[in-house]
């Protein structure tokens, strides 16, 4: 192990994109850290973040005999691969915090243990489906986009709408049923905002669907009020400015990834990742392609800074 002391200052801005950040997380497992417990990480920090978004929005209307409205839900809209791992991991602990939710798999759940590298999505889906059948929560399983639409009267009412459809292993364009999920993400959203009810899309990883390498987007993409992305910054946003706007706020979440599963990966003097929960602000980096770190996409418009 490296003695701290004799590591070399680390201050320099530090941008990845999602090929790099593949790489760490096999690194991560290769030295230990196990599927389960960067799932398990990643889907706290987005309930962590949830249950402060919920707080902001509440407006509860009391009356002699208690409340007049109903505790506020949260929607939570996972896909079949590992971002729909940590929407499942999101809902869970947002259901034990004591809040309303409604889980939707949007697509067929059959995929989720036939396909490798989803054995820790496998697990906590099956956690999911006791939890439903505890009453603890509402599931509902959504393989078509005409099954999805009908069931828009059952998450529209939502103060907070998590997308947890796809992440940074995937690509567009969109497939069915996930463009219909998008589109109905963004329509609670414009409904909400149209109707003067508070609302908030927070999306796990990235936005559904925007490249964290060079910042490209699907059509349709999801426009976020709030992502939390995980363990570094991604390039994809400081390249592109409409992305950065349809991330909306931006935070790192540390997931328990060690240092040395970045090596090669990151200058030996960037900046440490964030210790816990920051929210990103966006500067100018520094430059270091003469010094044989070049940034993904090319030319980096922005670099990351932290605020507490």
Not at 55 to 62: F, T
Request: charged share 20%.
């Amino acid at each position: 192990m490296t003695d701290p002391a004799a590591r070399p200052a680390r201050s320099v801005p530090v941008l990845i994109g999602g090929a790099e950040m593949a790489k760490i997380d096999e690194a991560a497992q290769e030295l230990g850290i196990v599927q389960d417990a960067l799932m398990e990480s990643a889907g706290a920090a987005v309930a962590e973040v949830a249950l402060a978004e919920l707080a902001r929005l509440a407006e509860e209307v009391r009356g002699p005999g208690g409340p007049l409205s109903d505790a506020p839900l949260v929607a939570v809209l996972c896909g079949t691969g590992n971002n729909g791992g940590d929407g499942l991991v999101a809902a869970r602990r947002l259901a034990a915090a004591g809040r309303r939710v409604v889980v939707v798999l949007v697509g067929d759940p059959g995929r989720i243990g036939a396909e490798p590298g989803k054995a820790a999505t496998a697990h906590n889906w099956g956690i999911i489906q006791a939890l439903a059948s505890a009453g603890s929560l509402e599931l509902f399983v959504a393989p078509t986009p005409e099954l999805l639409l009908q069931l828009r009267p059952r998450v529209s009412p939502a103060s907070v709408v998590i997308d947890a459809l796809l992440g940074s292993g995937a690509s567009a364009p969109l497939r069915e049923p996930v463009s219909t999920a998008v589109d109905l993400v963004n329509a609670i959203r414009t409904h909400a905002v149209a109707a003067g009810r508070r609302c908030t899309v927070l999306c796990v990883d990235v936005p559904t669907l925007i490249d964290q390498t060079d910042g490209s987007r699907s059509a349709p993409v999801v426009a976020a009020d709030v992502t939390v992305t995980f363990h570094r910054a991604k390039a994809g946003f400081a390249l592109d400015r409409e992305s950065r706007r349809l991330a909306g706020r931006y935070f790192v979440a540390p997931i328990g990834i060690p240092l040395e599963a970045e090596e090669g990966i990151v200058p030996p003097d960037g900046e440490f990742p964030p210790g816990r929960i920051a929210q990103i602000t966006w500067q100018e980096p520094v430059p270091r392609e003469a010094e044989g770190f070049v940034r993904p996409g090319g030319g980096v418009a922005a670099g990351p800074g932290l605020e507490g």
